[in-house]
């Protein structure tokens, strides 16, 4: 069975922090998507990578795939309330016909 | 693009109705749905991939005759809490996988909060 560690999954910071969310598994994953998600809404995704080493970046959100596609990251910089909510990491994997496995997912609160 | 309608988005029901989700993919046709429940405060939990025109796959532990799941055609999947208790009372999340090859990835509806009275 395939586990995706999230962590932490709490983290209560000030406006203007730094913080970096990880996701970690011993199995490949074909990609790797991040989703933010608000209280009595669905997730959203944010992005997918998919290749080893990648890295993207959405404003002041970088995402990072392992070289070996076991593990990734989400870096916020100068964090903002705004960024306030649940952020889930979900993995494909390679020979699941499309499911996710989700992590457990990191309640983010930023205090102005 | 890529926008999934989930319908209602929010039901109350005494206990043993039996009450229906809809799964809508809008702009696009998804041969695949999947059915997630979350509780308060944690990440999504898999219950079922939906396929069209063949029947659902659940995963472990989720009764099939409790969850009835239909995907009729390519742009429609529901969900059926038959005889729902409040144990069942949830927040019921539905997703859609756009088309193509590859690491397409899943697109989710805003949810259904379910509480059974």
């Known amino acids: 069975t395939q586990l995706l560690e999230q962590s932490p999954q709490f983290l209560s910071i000030q406006e203007g922090e730094n913080l970096t969310v990880y996701c970690n598994s011993s199995?490949?994953?074909?990609?790797l998507q991040w989703y933010r998600q608000e209280p009595g809404e669905g997730p959203v995704l944010l992005v997918t990578?998919?290749?080893?080493?990648e890295v993207k970046k959405l404003k002041r959100l970088t995402f990072q795939f392992g070289d070996a596609r076991k593990d990734s990251s989400l870096h916020i910089t100068a964090a903002q309330p705004g960024d306030t909510g649940l952020y889930l990491c979900?993995?494909?994997?390679?020979?699941?016909?499309?499911?996710?496995?989700f992590g457990q997912g990191t309640e983010l609160s930023v205090k102005p | 693009g890529a926008v999934v309608s989930q319908h209602p988005s929010w039901v109350i029901c005494k206990s043993g109705t039996s009450v229906k989700i809809e799964c809508r993919s809008l702009d696009f046709q998804a041969t695949t749905m999947f059915w997630y429940r979350q509780f308060p405060k944690q990440s999504l939990m898999l219950m079922a991939t939906?396929?069209?025109?063949?029947?659902?796959?659940?995963e472990q532990g989720v009764e099939k005759d409790k969850f009835l799941i239909n995907h009729a055609s390519l742009t429609l999947s529901t969900l059926t809490v038959t005889s729902a208790h409040p144990e069942d009372s949830s927040f019921y999340i539905c997703?859609?996988?756009?088309?193509?090859?590859?690491?397409?990835?899943?697109?989710f509806g805003d949810g259904t909060r379910l509480s059974i009275l």
């Open positions: 979900a993995g494909a994997g390679v020979y699941q016909g499309g499911k996710l496995i």
């Open positions: 939906s396929n069209e025109g063949s029947k659902a796959t659940y």
């Open positions: 997703s859609a996988r756009t088309p193509g090859l590859g690491n397409q990835p899943q697109h």
């Open positions: 990578v998919v290749t080893g080493g």
């Open positions: 199995s490949v994953f074909s990609s």
